[in-house]
C-alpha cells in the first residue's frame, strides 16, 4: 500500500484492516481504518479505502469526500482518480463524472474503461455524437493499429466455429459487396488457417494462436475489417403504430414486469440494422457462451442506428424505462442453430430484447424464443458465477416451473422485463448457413433495484 508507514504496530493495524474489509465486515474494516488515520492522517491508501466502504454502503457524498482528500494528497492517485469518477456517476452528477474521467485519461491516455464510462455518459445525456467518439475510441483502443498494452485475449486466440463464422461472413460479403475481391481474399487466408490449424475435438474449444498461425491472417484477424455505414433515420426508428399505453399498462400490472409485443422497429430501421449487423465484423467475443458470438457498444457494436434505436425506445416507453438511461447493450448471434442461453439474470433494471433474424431461418416457430420465470430470486442470493451456481438455480427452476412464461420467436418482437428475473432462449432450431442465425439484441436499462 502507498504510504506504508514504518511502524510494526501500524503495519499490523493496516493487515487486521484490510482482512476485515476483504471478508466483508465492512464496519469493522472502517473502525480500524479510522484508528489508523489518527495516528496517520495522510495514509493515501486508508483514505481511499474508506471512501470504497462509503460507496458500497450507498454514502456516495462521503465517499466523494474521501477520494477527492486522497487526490488533494497526490493529484495522480490512480484509485481515488478512479473511483471519484465512478462515485460522481452513480450519484448521478454527470458533469463532474465526465471531468473526473477526464481527469483519469489525462492521467492515463490508454484507459480503456474512463473511456468506455464517458461513452455511456454521453448517450445518456442525449449526445450520441459524443458518445460515438468515445466508443470509436474504446474500439481503437482494444483493436486499433496503436493499441496499447498486452492484447486483448480475442485477438491471440479463436475458436474453430468462430473461425468457420468469419469465413463464411467474408464470403457472404464477397457475394454481395462490389468489391468483392477483397473479402474473397480474406476467405482464401481464413479457408487456409483453418486448414493448417490442429484443432480440439470441441469446437468451440479456445485454442491459442501461435504468432506465425496469427501472420496467416495477414492482421486482419477479430479486426474491425468492414464496418457498415448504419445512420441516423430521420423519420425514426420505432414503430409509431405501437400501441404504447396498452403494453405500458401490460408491464406495470404484472408482478414483477413483464411485456412483449410485436413490430417494434419500422421496416426501414429493422432492414438497416439488419445489414449492420450481417456485414459489420464487430463479432469479436466467443469465450462468453459456447455456441455463441457477441458484439459489444464498445466494442463495434456502436453505431449512430443503434444508439439512436436506443433513446428512442426508451422515450416510447417513458413509464417503464423514463428514469433508466442505457447501461449497456449487446448483440448474441447462435452459431449453433439449436444451442440455448442458458438462464441467468440482468445487472440492471429493466431488460428489453428482440430479434432480427427472418422467421423462416427458424424451424419451430413455436420456440427459439425466450423463457422467464415469474418469480425473482431472493434479494439476498448473490450469483457470482453461473458454473458454481447451476445446482442453485436449476432447484430453483423446478421449484418455479409452474411461473415459467415461454416467449416464442419472431422477428421484430421486443419483450420488456424486469432484469432480476431468470431468463434463459427457449429451445432453438435454426437452419444452418451464414445469414439464419439467431441474432437477439438486448439493452439495459438503469441500475438493479431490489425486488
Same mark, same amino acid.
Given at each position: 500500500?502507498?504510504?506504508?508507514?514504518?511502524?510494526?504496530?501500524?503495519?499490523?493495524?493496516?493487515?487486521?484492516?484490510?482482512?476485515?474489509?476483504?471478508?466483508? =465486515?465492512?464496519?469493522?474494516?472502517?473502525?480500524?481504518?479510522?484508528?489508523?488515520?489518527?495516528?496517520?492522517?495522510?495514509?493515501?491508501?486508508?483514505?481511499?479505502?474508506?471512501?470504497?466502504?462509503?460507496?458500497?454502503?450507498? $454514502?456516495?457524498?462521503?465517499?466523494?469526500?474521501?477520494? %477527492?482528500?486522497?487526490?488533494?494528497?497526490?493529484?495522480?492517485?490512480?484509485?481515488?482518480?478512479?473511483?471519484?469518477?465512478?462515485?460522481?456517476?452513480?450519484?448521478?452528477?454527470?458533469?463532474?463524472?465526465?471531468?473526473?474521467?477526464? =481527469?483519469?485519461?489525462?492521467?492515463?491516455?490508454?484507459?480503456?474503461?474512463?473511456?468506455?464510462?464517458? /461513452?455511456? @455518459?454521453?448517450?445518456?445525456?442525449?449526445?450520441?455524437?459524443?458518445?460515438?467518439?468515445?466508443?470509436?475510441?474504446?474500439?481503437?483502443? =482494444?483493436? /486499433?493499429?496503436?493499441?496499447?498494452?498486452?492484447?486483448?485475449?480475442?485477438?491471440?486466440?479463436?475458436?474453430?466455429? *468462430?473461425? %468457420?463464422?468469419?469465413?463464411?461472413?467474408?464470403?457472404?460479403?464477397?457475394?454481395? *459487396?462490389?468489391? /468483392?475481391? $477483397?473479402?474473397?481474399?480474406?476467405?482464401?487466408?481464413?479457408?487456409?488457417?483453418?486448414?493448417?490449424?490442429? +484443432?480440439?475435438?470441441?469446437?468451440?474449444?479456445?485454442?491459442?494462436?501461435?504468432?506465425?498461425?496469427?501472420?496467416?491472417?495477414?492482421?486482419?484477424?477479430?479486426?474491425?475489417?468492414?464496418?457498415?455505414?448504419?445512420?441516423?433515420?430521420?423519420?425514426?426508428?420505432?414503430?409509431?403504430?405501437?400501441?404504447?399505453?396498452?403494453?405500458?399498462?401490460?408491464?406495470?400490472?404484472?408482478?414483477?414486469?413483464?411485456? +412483449?409485443?410485436?413490430?417494434?422497429?419500422?421496416?426501414?430501421?429493422?432492414?438497416?440494422?439488419? *445489414?449492420?449487423?450481417?456485414?459489420?465484423?464487430? +463479432?469479436?467475443?466467443?469465450?462468453?457462451?459456447?455456441?455463441?458470438?457477441?458484439?459489444?457498444?464498445?466494442? /463495434?457494436?456502436?453505431?449512430?442506428?443503434?444508439?439512436?434505436?436506443? %433513446?428512442?425506445?426508451?422515450?416510447?416507453?417513458?413509464?417503464?424505462?423514463?428514469?433508466?438511461?442505457?447501461?449497456?447493450?449487446?448483440?448474441?448471434?447462435?452459431?449453433?442453430?439449436?444451442?440455448?442461453?442458458?438462464?441467468?439474470?440482468?445487472?440492471?433494471?429493466?431488460?428489453?430484447?428482440?430479434?432480427?433474424?427472418?422467421?423462416?431461418?427458424?424451424?419451430?416457430?413455436?420456440?427459439?424464443?425466450? %423463457?422467464?420465470?415469474?418469480?425473482?430470486?431472493?434479494?439476498? +442470493?448473490?450469483?457470482?458465477?453461473?458454473?458454481?451456481?447451476?445446482?442453485?438455480?436449476?432447484?430453483?427452476?423446478?421449484?418455479?416451473?409452474?411461473?415459467?412464461?415461454?416467449?416464442?420467436?419472431?422477428?421484430?418482437?421486443?419483450?420488456?422485463?424486469?432484469?432480476?428475473?431468470?431468463?434463459?432462449?427457449?429451445?432453438?432450431?435454426?437452419?444452418?448457413?451464414?445469414?439464419?442465425?439467431?441474432?437477439? @439484441?438486448?439493452?439495459?436499462?438503469?441500475?438493479?433495484?431490489?425486488?
Amino acid at each position: 500500500m502507498s504510504g506504508l508507514p514504518k511502524s510494526q504496530d501500524l503495519q499490523a493495524q493496516v493487515a487486521a484492516a484490510i482482512t476485515h474489509h476483504k471478508a466483508g =465486515r465492512l464496519k469493522e474494516a472502517e473502525l480500524a481504518y479510522n484508528n489508523i488515520l489518527k495516528i496517520f492522517p495522510e495514509f493515501l491508501d486508508v483514505i481511499q479505502n474508506l471512501g470504497v466502504i462509503a460507496a458500497a454502503t450507498g $454514502r456516495l457524498d462521503e465517499a466523494i469526500q474521501r477520494f %477527492e482528500r486522497a487526490i488533494t494528497i497526490d493529484p495522480i492517485y490512480p484509485p481515488a482518480l478512479w473511483n471519484v469518477a465512478n462515485a460522481f456517476r452513480d450519484a448521478g452528477r454527470l458533469e463532474e463524472a465526465i471531468k473526473a474521467y477526464q =481527469r483519469v485519461i489525462s492521467v492515463e491516455p490508454e484507459h480503456f474503461n474512463a473511456t468506455r464510462s464517458l /461513452g455511456f @455518459i454521453w448517450n445518456t445525456l442525449g449526445r450520441r455524437d459524443r458518445a460515438l467518439d468515445y466508443f470509436s475510441r474504446t474500439l481503437d483502443l =482494444r483493436r /486499433g493499429e496503436n493499441r496499447f498494452g498486452k492484447p486483448d485475449p480475442t485477438l491471440v486466440q479463436t475458436t474453430r466455429a *468462430k473461425l %468457420e463464422h468469419d469465413l463464411n461472413q467474408f464470403r457472404y460479403l464477397g457475394s454481395v *459487396k462490389r468489391d /468483392g475481391e $477483397r473479402f474473397d481474399s480474406l476467405a482464401r487466408a481464413y479457408e487456409n488457417a483453418k486448414n493448417k490449424i490442429k +484443432w480440439p475435438k470441441d469446437e468451440h474449444e479456445i485454442y491459442p494462436l501461435a504468432n506465425e498461425e496469427i501472420e496467416w491472417f495477414g492482421g486482419s484477424y477479430n479486426f474491425p475489417n468492414h464496418l457498415i455505414d448504419a445512420a441516423e433515420h430521420t423519420q425514426g426508428t420505432v414503430n409509431q403504430q405501437l400501441n404504447v399505453d396498452k403494453i405500458c399498462n401490460l408491464y406495470s400490472g404484472s408482478n414483477p414486469g413483464i411485456v +412483449w409485443f410485436d413490430n417494434l422497429l419500422t421496416g426501414e430501421a429493422l432492414l438497416s440494422l439488419k *445489414k449492420f449487423l450481417l456485414g459489420s465484423t464487430v +463479432w469479436f467475443d466467443f469465450s462468453h457462451i459456447k455456441g455463441f458470438l457477441a458484439a459489444y457498444l464498445e466494442d /463495434g457494436l456502436a453505431c449512430p442506428l443503434f444508439l439512436q434505436i436506443a %433513446e428512442e425506445v426508451r422515450k416510447t416507453f417513458p413509464q417503464i424505462l423514463g428514469k433508466h438511461p442505457l447501461i449497456q447493450a449487446w448483440a448474441f448471434k447462435g452459431i449453433c442453430g439449436n444451442k440455448p442461453i442458458g438462464v441467468h439474470v440482468d445487472d440492471a433494471a429493466v431488460s428489453m430484447n428482440f430479434w432480427v433474424t427472418p422467421d423462416h431461418s427458424n424451424d419451430n416457430p413455436k420456440s427459439g424464443g425466450l %423463457e422467464i420465470y415469474r418469480h425473482a430470486p431472493p434479494d439476498d +442470493w448473490q450469483i457470482t458465477n453461473y458454473d458454481d451456481d447451476s445446482e442453485l438455480i436449476k432447484n430453483f427452476m423446478v421449484d418455479h416451473e409452474n411461473q415459467k412464461i415461454v416467449i416464442p420467436y419472431k422477428e421484430n418482437r421486443a419483450v420488456l422485463f424486469n432484469s432480476s428475473l431468470f431468463h434463459g432462449s427457449n429451445a432453438p432450431r435454426f437452419k444452418s448457413g451464414y445469414i439464419n442465425h439467431r441474432i437477439n @439484441i438486448t439493452m439495459l436499462f438503469g441500475q438493479k433495484t431490489k425486488m
